[in-house]
């Protein structure tokens, strides 16, 4: 079956404008994670889904980041206002289950957003 | 502070070496652990994972890792090196109470022909 898909795969914005990276998980899996990965360094936490909420945000760096997922499936990460710093490697993975039962996390090839 | 420590951002080996990349992870309670493995501007794909019900784990493409609760780590060791395996590795940890995944800064390994 198909795996994690993330959507661009690469985006390249100015400083201050709007982006959104989209995730779309392995069908059947409720829950999804994001992730930002800066060069150099390994993968860091931004927020979990479980379903349509969020059970979990205590990564997202400030007020302007924010994610959606509206229907348990798809999911959006927002980024407003875009800054240089914002320039990372975003990852999403999907889990079957969730994160408390060790459950495998499978990640998506990432979206590398630059941001000028 | 729950964390995960990977000492040695870069190790390399010749073909047919060990390998031996380490992790060191912060719990009085043993976690769930992970190896992932990334090829260049791909995604992370899982080696292997410790879940309490064995210490030495057997993973993908020849490696494994053993859990010492003793030394709190869950270092990762292959025989014989393939060139196939350089790459980037990450250690990561999952604490029963957390609901995210903990990684270390990884470990590029580079194999010497």
């Known amino acids: 079956g198909a795996g994690v898909s993330q959507t661009p795969s690469n985006k390249v914005t100015e400083k201050g404008k709007y982006v959104e990276l989209r995730c779309d998980p392995i069908s059947g899996h409720t829950a999804l994670y994001w992730y930002r990965q800066s060069l150099g360094q390994g993968p860091e936490f931004l927020i979990y889904f479980q379903g349509t909420g969020a059970a979990d945000d205590s990564g997202l760096p400030n007020d302007r980041f924010f994610a959606v997922r509206p229907e348990g499936s798809v999911s959006t990460l927002k980024i407003q206002r875009t800054e240089r710093g914002d320039s990372a490697m975003y990852l999403c993975?999907?889990?079957?289950?969730?994160?408390?039962?060790?459950?495998?996390?499978?990640f998506g090839p990432g979206t590398r957003l630059t941001v000028l | 502070a729950q964390s995960v420590t990977q000492l040695g951002s870069h190790v390399s080996v010749s073909e047919g070496a060990l390998v031996l990349l380490r992790c060191n992870y912060s719990s009085s309670v043993p976690p769930y652990l992970f190896w992932y493995v990334q090829y260049p501007n791909q995604g992370l794909q899982l080696l292997l994972k410790y879940t309490s019900a064995a210490t030495l784990v057997k993973g993908i493409n020849g490696f494994e890792a053993e859990f010492k609760k003793s030394e709190t780590s869950f270092h990762l060791t292959k025989p014989s090196a393939h060139m196939s395996d350089a790459a980037e590795y990450f250690c990561a940890a999952l604490y029963s109470s957390a609901s995210k995944i903990i990684f270390g800064s990884g470990t590029r390994l580079s194999i010497r022909p």
């Open positions: 993975a999907s889990s079957p289950t969730g994160t408390g039962k060790g459950a495998e996390q499978f």
